[in-house]
């Protein structure tokens, strides 16, 4: 299935600053001219025969090309390769004047990161549930003591349209300050038709304003909602039969997420969801195995383009995704940020060949993060990815789970122009720098973000 062309969300932004948590980046021309970035000191192309996601030994393959050069023009990657023959090339030579040259000496350069797991729809922090953690209860009964998703309901139920669209801004801002280009959001904490609609609406707005691009995913099975205590199905039927329909008709979401595992949604509300979107035309993810085992066969039949969290995963459901076009999209910021001690088999999957993609699954209860090079962090550390193949899992990957790998994730010609470059001389110091921001400028869709402490040119 293809996602639907409209509803991936573009924007070429006007001229205005964005504030985020990061630095503060200026939006420095309307129009921007075509953009030669030379002297690089390692562009990490991750170029290849073919579009789709890497696996097995090829997910460490970054093709990097020392002393590179990238032109960008109207929004696209138009050439790739080395500064001594950009500078000798007729057309930009003849067009020197035109160009804006941005020099990357000492520089790194990374296709712009792909974050394909968000929660971004929420109002406020979650920290009596923090607190409660830190005195040693657990996420699930922390959600039975009636704080978890639930809690977030409330605030976003209240809130209008618009402040929550600015919670949505303010976080995808926080994220382009750190490298991340490209972003599915998920709706999930409004739990009824109205709220859910709104939810996606304030994903919509938020996107319009933003450089970057923005795939919306309806969660509507995120949770069964309180004054749905004890009929899920009821709950999974409004899903299947007013959400869905609606959210699809209406162009406001790319995807369908549910919550599969215990204590949330069954196996059987999962497929039955699945149906609903396959049904209304919209390709499926799902959250799976984050508390226990989810049985991923009957799953898998639906084609979801990626499977989330996988801490349980087992043999057998390794073997089926391995098989599969299903992307697997590990989030170790929940696993951190919850205290578990425990992660998903990375390595496990790696080496059975299923296409892992990472993420940080940005939200409030799990994963109050929107750093992707802190998640590029964990996953060496704590999940024993190797400082390449968290870069390919962050880019060319997390393309892949958003159906977006003939645009996204890296850097060829013909893709869009989405690039970070990073005040670092070797890629693998990206990981290294535990929890430090380091990205110094950012290019999306072709606009060109300077932090204030990039040189001037
Ligand atoms: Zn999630």
């Known amino acids: 299935m293809e996602v639907a062309r409209d509803c991936i969300i573009h924007v070429a932004l006007s001229s205005h600053q964005l504030k985020g948590r990061g630095p503060e980046y200026l939006n420095t021309s309307r129009r921007s001219p075509p953009l030669l970035l030379v002297n690089i000191e390692q562009l990490l192309t991750l170029r290849s025969g073919h579009p789709g996601p890497r696996r097995g030994p090829e997910l460490g393959n970054l093709e990097i090309i020392q002393d590179g050069a990238v032109l960008c023009n109207a929004g696209k990657i138009v050439a790739v390769g080395k500064t001594k023959d950009a500078v000798r090339d007729g057309w930009i030579r003849k067009n020197k004047k035109r160009l804006r040259e941005i020099d990357c000496r000492d520089k790194v350069v990374v296709p712009g990161f792909v974050d394909s797991h968000t929660h971004p729809a929420f109002v406020a922090p979650r920290l009596v549930d923090f607190e409660k953690r830190t005195a040693g209860a657990t996420y699930e009964q922390i959600a039975a003591a009636g704080g978890g998703i639930r809690s977030s309901v409330d605030g976003v139920r209240k809130a209008g349209k618009h402040l929550l669209e600015q919670k949505v801004l303010s976080a995808l801002n926080s994220m382009l300050s750190e490298g991340t280009t490209t972003v599915e959001a998920k709706s999930g904490y409004g739990l009824s038709l109205e709220s859910e609609l ?160 990472l993420a940080t699954d940005y939200n409030p209860g799990s994963s109050p993060t929107t750093s992707m090079p802190f998640v590029l962090s964990l996953a060496c550390t704590q999940m024993k990815m190797s400082p390449a193949e968290v870069i390919a899992a962050a880019t060319i990957n997390g393309a892949g789970a958003l159906q977006l790998q003939s645009r996204k994730g890296s850097i060829e010609a013909g893709k869009d122009a989405d690039l970070a470059i990073v005040k670092v001389k070797d890629y693998r110091e990206i990981a290294y720098w535990m929890a430090a921001n380091l990205c110094e400028a950012v290019i999306a869709n072709g606009e060109f973000f300077p932090s204030p402490s990039f040189e001037r040119f």
């Open 198 to 357: 709104k939810s996606l609406n304030a994903i919509r707005d938020a996107a319009s304003k933003w450089p970057g691009t923005v795939a919306p995913t309806l969660l509507g099975a995120h949770a069964v909602p309180l004054e749905f205590e004890g009929n899920p199905k009821d709950y999974v039927e409004l899903v299947c039969e007013q959400m869905i329909p609606q959210a699809a008709r209406r162009k406001l979401a790319s995807f369908v997420d549910i919550f599969c595992d215990r204590g949330a949604f069954s196996e059987e509300d999962s497929l039955r969801v699945f149906e609903a979107a396959r049904s209304n035309g919209l390709p499926v993810r799902a959250h799976v195995s984050q508390l226990a085992r989810t049985p991923l066969q009957h799953l898998l039949s639906f084609g979801p383009v990626s499977l989330d969290h996988l801490d349980h995963v087992d043999d057998t459901d390794i073997s089926l995704l391995a098989r599969s076009s299903t992307v697997a999209t590990l989030v170790p910021g929940s696993n951190h940020f919850l205290g578990l001690g425990k992660y998903p088999p990375a390595r496990k999957l790696i080496g059975a060949g299923v296409a892992v993609a």
